[in-house]
């Protein structure tokens, strides 16, 4: 009887030992489809901790969700990295229009963590997305979009909120809409594919049938006073200015400027950062996460 006891002892340590440690958890479904998948990195604390939400770029094409989580496990800021459909697999499956399947994703992989935050001991109020060129727009995307919780959904994790503690971003696409893109750079290009078109002419030439699904899926037209803090950063050219035809439009820091702009004009706390405008507090996406989600 005792060696039973013994032993039933020594497992319950054993788990709990084993409870204690920092999970690292690969591939987690959020979703029915392969690419619906998330990456946890679970900081070591004895509280919950933020988190950060990386969401990788590659066009909506291409890309993956590997990222290197120490600079924030180290301050005990956890990270949830994600995979999303893509585009053409949004065209397969007959998503109309097509971003909508990695910008919903993301919606949905972020509700899926507030719904483990208890499991894996997260403060679901401090999250604070990032990602470059498309996975910083879906950040953008999703830090100024209404809440897309559905409080009277049978699915608990469809009640859960989508809204952001605060984001920042690398070479974000801030904007959809390709008259207003062609304003700000004459020879910006990039993002017919979004909406299921074959160039950005096409995209011009049917913007009027478009213009819904643009103004549902542009960062910028979401943008509202009540928006979390937003950090901007940008590689490029020097002192980039509007009107100006920069080598990579796709990335350019103008597409931050005209962001800024706005988010000036509501209220939001704002920092830009591109090559001739750093900014000695946060000089990086990272460090701007780290401090802001440890405030």
């Not at 699915?155 to 503690?165: K, V």
Request: charged share 25%.
């Amino acid at each position: 009887m005792k060696r039973v006891l013994s032993l039933a002892v020594l497992l319950v340590v054993g788990l709990s030992g084993r409870a204690e440690e920092p999970k690292t958890l690969l591939n987690v479904p959020y979703g029915k489809h392969p690419r619906q998948v998330l990456d946890f990195y679970q900081a070591k604390s004895d509280k919950p901790t933020p988190v950060v939400f990386y969401i990788h770029g590659g066009g909506w094409q291409a890309g993956d969700k590997k990222t290197n989580p120490k600079p924030f496990l180290d301050k005990g800021i956890s990270v949830v990295a994600i995979n999303y459909r893509y585009v053409k697999q949004g065209v397969e499956e007959k998503v109309v229009p097509p971003v909508k399947a990695p910008l919903e994703d993301a919606a949905r992989a972020l509700q899926f963590v507030r719904s483990k935050a208890k499991e894996w001991n997260l403060d679901k109020k401090r999250i604070g997305a990032t990602g470059g060129s498309a996975g910083g727009c879906s950040s953008l995307w999703l830090a100024f979009h209404d809440d897309m919780a559905d409080p009277s959904s049978s699915d608990p994790i469809a009640r859960e909120s989508t809204r952001l503690y605060c984001a920042a971003v690398n070479g974000a696409q801030t904007s959809l809409d390709p008259r207003e893109l062609r304003e700000w750079m004459p020879n910006y290009g990039y993002g017919a594919h979004a909406f299921g078109l074959p160039n950005f002419q096409s995209l011009i030439d049917n913007r009027e049938k478009v213009l819904k699904w643009i103004k549902e899926y542009s960062p910028i037209e979401h943008a509202t006073k009540d928006d979390p803090p937003i950090g901007l950063y940008y590689g490029g050219d020097k002192d980039a200015k509007v009107g100006d035809s920069p080598k990579d439009p796709t990335h350019s820091p103008i597409l931050g400027i005209k962001l800024q702009e706005k988010l000036k004009s509501l209220g939001v706390d704002v920092i830009l950062v591109y090559p001739g405008h750093p900014n000695s507090m946060y000089k990086n996406s990272t460090e701007y996460l780290i401090g802001h989600l440890l405030k």
